[in-house]
């Protein structure tokens, strides 16, 4: 019998996709709809199609307790895709009364929390002011693992938008035909992952007893690349070479730090995986799993077959 879920957050970038996955495997999805998005008629009109498409809408609100524990008793699995890019809206931490409503309903056998990106408890040592991202998670990883609650920490590395739509470059999210800036030498490996493979992976692991109290990475093996590399795969898509350029760690940093709060925030993020090469300059240890070794059956998009979107 496969597990029902709740998906928190579906309206969003990735949760879309997630409450998608969750229709197409099968499983009685339900969608939060939260009373505060109010008149929003894009949010309305999407939570109507996930409707028309076999789900369950609930409505319930993080202003009301009580609302929370009334929903998450329908499901087996509950999955939250809040909000945490800070040029967007950052809301890792409301997440909070979400483990509060779990704890009190009892019934969950699997919680998913809006993690989706580098692993945070990698991340100890990283930059302000970017750490917030990873230092708020790891407070809801403690309070979901202080409360007992089962769960499954997706750590999906780049999301393929934001990473190859800008040919690595942050600020860009669509690939020029022209020039490129790399980052240092370009050659620092980083993994990209298409997000509707993000989110197949991801309900993968619900039900599966692999993954219990672990941390799942998403490593496709042929998605593991450097900047340059990337870029060589465009230049052979549209059969011409870009004229490039470089920035310099100590450019970068500087450039970061005459910038706006949340525009910091990416910058760190882009720094880590562009300079130190934090994704992927580590072997997956004891204790965590790696997605597409768990699931060969998945067929994931490769970064070319990703980025002929944008020809
Ligand atoms: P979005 O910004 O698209 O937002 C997702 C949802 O957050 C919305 O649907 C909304 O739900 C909910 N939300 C926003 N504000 C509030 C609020 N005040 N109260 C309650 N709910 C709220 O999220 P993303 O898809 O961009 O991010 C999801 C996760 O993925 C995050 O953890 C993020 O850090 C990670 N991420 C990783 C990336 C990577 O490259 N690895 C890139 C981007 C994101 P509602 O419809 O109910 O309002």
Redesign the pocket.
Known sequence: MKSKVLIV???????KRLVKASLAQGHETYV?H?E??GVDIE?VQMLLSFKQQGAHLVIGS?NDHQSLVKVVKLVDVVIC?????HI??H??L?QLKLVDAIKEAGNVKRFLP????TDPARMENAMEPGRV?FDDKMVVRRAIEEAGIPFTYIS????AG??LGGLCQPGFILPSREQVRLLGDGNQKAIYVDEDDIATYSIKTIDDPRTLNKTVYIRPAQNILSQREVVQIWEKLIGKELLKSSISEQEFLAIMKEQDYAEQVGLTHYYHVCYEGCLANFEIGDGAEEASKLYPEVKYTTVEEYMTRYL
């Not at 957050?9 to 949760?15: C, F, K, Q, S, V």
């Not at 895709?81 to 890019?85: D, E, F, N, P, T």
């Not at 809006?114 to 990106?117: D, H, L, M, P, R």
């Not at 999906?156 to 999301?159: T, V």
């Open positions: 957050g579906g309206t969003g970038y990735l949760g939060l939260r505060e998005i949010k993080f895709a809040i909000s945490g890019v967007r809206s809301q890792i409301l809006s993690e989706f990106g991202t999906a590395n780049c999301f934001y990473f």
